[in-house]
Structures are given as C-alpha cells and as structure tokens.
C-alpha cells in the first residue's frame, strides 16, 4: 500500500533563512516561498532526485504549525508524507488495523491540490504522517 516518499515536512521560524541553509550549505536547489494561505504556511520546496523537502513557515495567525513551533523554537520535522494509489482503500486498511487516523479519516485537499489524511502521532511512533494520493 505504502508508496514513495512524497516530502518530509520541517517547521522553521523563518522560511528564507532556512532555504538559504539548504541551497548554500547543501547546494540543493529551492523554490520561491509559496504562501499557501488556505494552509496556514509559506513554504520553500527543496528539490531532490528522489524526493523533497518542504520547509514551513507559519503564516495568519491560526497556523497549523503554531503551536509546533513554540515547542521547537528553532524548527524540526514536522511530518512525513507518504503516497498511496488509493486512499479510501488506504484509510479503510489503517481503520481495521486500529490505526488512528485525525479527524474522520475523511480525505481533505493538501497542500499540493491533492486529497490527504493524516495519522496520528501517537500510534505512528510519535511522527506525525502524512498520506497523499498519488
Ligand atoms: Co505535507
């Protein structure tokens, strides 16, 4: 069920400093911030051959990774996103496992324009995931 690697989600206090890290001292090619207002986040997109990075930062002041970052004030990961073909397959799988989904488990429109759910933390070894439809 389990696909590629779509992003790992780091939360940072400052999105421009932190795309400057990657492409200066890892000499990754990033992307222009993105405000993705409907989100709560501005992200920089970190290109890979095999995967990227997304680096967030807060953006309004209900952002989703708020409170995240007022617990790591210097950033972190903040999620892991997995691809899936089929995510209603996907979220019946994890529900007859007992695997705790947020919310209803009912797919919402992510932050690529694509249907995603998230797991919880706390059943997924304390890492925040993220699945995407593909
Ligand atoms: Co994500």
Partial sequence: MIGRLNHVAIAVPD???A???YRD???ATVSAPVALGEHGVTVVFVDMPNSKIELMEPLGADSPIAA???RNPAGGV???CFEVADLGAA???LRSTGARIIGRGEPKIG???KPVVFLHP?????????????
Avoid: D, I, N
């Fill in 111 to 113: 932050a690529h324009g």
């Fill in 122 to 134: 706390k059943y997924f070894l304390g890492t925040l995931v993220e699945l995407e439809e593909a």
């Fill in 25 to 27: 001292s890892l000499g």
């Fill in 78 to 80: 903040h999620h892991v």
């Fill in 19 to 21: 795309a400057a890290v």
């Fill in 68 to 70: 995240f970052l007022e």
């Fill in 15 to 17: 999105v421009e400093a």
């Fill in 91 to 93: 979220v019946e799988r």
